[in-house]
């Protein structure tokens, strides 16, 4: 018992500060990564049961097929697709990946919290010793995560759903490399170490991306809503026409929340030009809307009438450059540099890394969700990311270059750069 008492050269604040950094490595980042898959599959199953509850009050079916609708509905949240009768719905909930991602980033600070004092400390890692903590740790979350996955499309999977389990792995070590890898860096200290040594050039750019994404990202939201109180008395009627009860209507707002991502990315591929398709043969864009029957869905009451469109609209396509002009511009305004060439390549730099994150959002945000023609629902992808990328990247170049050319006539010739990005 005398050697867990502390050394006389060790205070007990110390000894407990070690307790808890130095924490099993093997152990805590691999249960991390179990804890974080399971919690949230936990909560999917959970609202299969209820909802199979609320639909008919549990008289068909049993608990099982509830606890099976809810684990593919998990697993569709991983891009697994399933087949409902015969049907291909290949559509990500996107609402589930966000709400698994950050998950998984909450878990992954713990884990690097609680694995922080392994490996060599401050000043060794700036001497450039090796330092394996954060790879380590995030393979073996990743390595709990993606076991847990195939595990459950194993066990939820039946021949007539057939949900895709490569591409649950695939997702799964996406998420855990987008997500639980920074929070990992994050919590255990290494990030600041590492954030020091990123040359300022690349920092300022990333920036630039980090606020144009969020813009454009309110704006988005801005636009959905909009639409969608415009028409919202037929987003009621819809509500109004579910028939069965509670139940069905309470199913139908869960499944608008999990959507609603998907939504505000639709929302961002029209604002930006090429708008999307909700159905084989139909388009949605500033400048033309053509539209065949749709499904009875409360958030399709933001799609604009058939037909032709207002002048007004043909004016959206100005406002991903100005976006990008703008917030390049502020940038370059609180985080300013005297050459032309630097602030080009922040500027630009990071309005193609912006374009290039919302091309991937319409990539994921579309995909078949009912036989015939809803097979085809989804923004136009490719389309989406070759305007994003010239829309925000010319516009930030713009802002950024007309700022710097300012700042070299008003502004002291000796410009002191500020290094704090918050």
């Given at each position: ?208 991306a980090r606020r144009i994404a969020v813009?454009?990202?309110l704006l988005s939201v801005l636009a ?199």
């Amino acid at each position: 018992m005398t050697s867990l008492l502390p050394s006389p050269g060790r205070s007990a604040e110390q000894v407990r500060h070690d307790l808890a950094t130095r924490r099993p490595l093997v152990l805590v980042a691999t249960l991390g990564g179990v804890v974080a898959a399971a919690s949230t599959l936990l909560v999917c199953v959970a609202l299969g049961v209820v909802g199979w509850y609320l639909s008919d009050g549990g008289a068909h079916g049993a608990p099982r097929d509830a606890l099976r609708v809810g684990a593919l509905g998990w697993l569709m949240g991983h891009g697994s697709g399933v087949r409902v009768e015969g049907t291909p719905v290949t559509a990500v909930p996107l609402g589930l990946t966000l709400l698994c991602a950050w998950t998984s980033w909450r878990l992954g600070h713990r884990v690097g919290a609680s694995v922080s004092g392994h490996g060599p400390d401050a000043s060794g890692v700036d001497d450039g010793q090796r330092d394996l903590v954060v790879p380590c740790a995030a393979a073996l979350f990743a390595a709990g995560y993606t076991v847990t996955a195939v595990l459950t499309a194993t066990v939820a999977a039946t021949p007539s759903t057939a949900p895709s389990t490569p591409r649950v792995v695939l997702f799964s070590l996406a998420i855990c490399l987008l997500a639980a890898l920074p929070a990992i860096a994050v919590g255990s200290g290494r990030a600041a170490i590492w954030a020091a040594q990123v040359p300022t050039t690349a920092r300022a750019a990333l920036l630039v991306a980090r606020r144009i994404a969020v813009v454009w990202l309110l704006l988005s939201v801005l636009a959905l809503a909009i639409a969608l109180a415009v028409d919202f008395s037929t987003a009621a009627n819809v509500m109004g026409q579910v028939g069965g009860g509670t139940g069905p209507v309470v199913l139908m707002v869960v499944l608008s929340i999990v959507l609603l991502p998907n939504a505000v990315a639709f929302s961002g591929s029209y604002l930006l030009g090429p708008g999307f398709s909700v159905g084989t043969g139909t388009l949605v864009t500033p400048g033309a809307v053509v539209l065949g029957p749709l499904p009875a869905f409360p958030m399709l009451a933001a799609l604009p009438d058939d037909g032709a469109t207002p002048g007004w609209t043909a004016w959206l396509v100005l406002l991903p450059p100005l976006v990008g002009l703008v917030v390049a511009a502020w940038s370059q305004w609180t985080w300013p540099t005297t050459s032309y060439v630097e602030a080009a390549v922040r500027a630009a730099g990071g309005g193609v890394a912006a374009g290039v994150l919302w091309g991937l959002a319409a990539s994921l945000a579309g995909g078949a969700v009912g036989p015939g023609r809803m097979r085809d629902v989804a923004p136009l992808a490719g389309e989406v990311l070759l305007h994003a990328v010239a829309a925000f990247g010319l516009g930030a170049l713009v802002g950024g270059l007309a700022v710097c050319w300012w700042q070299q006539r008003t502004m002291p010739v000796e410009i002191t750069l500020d290094d704090d990005l918050a």
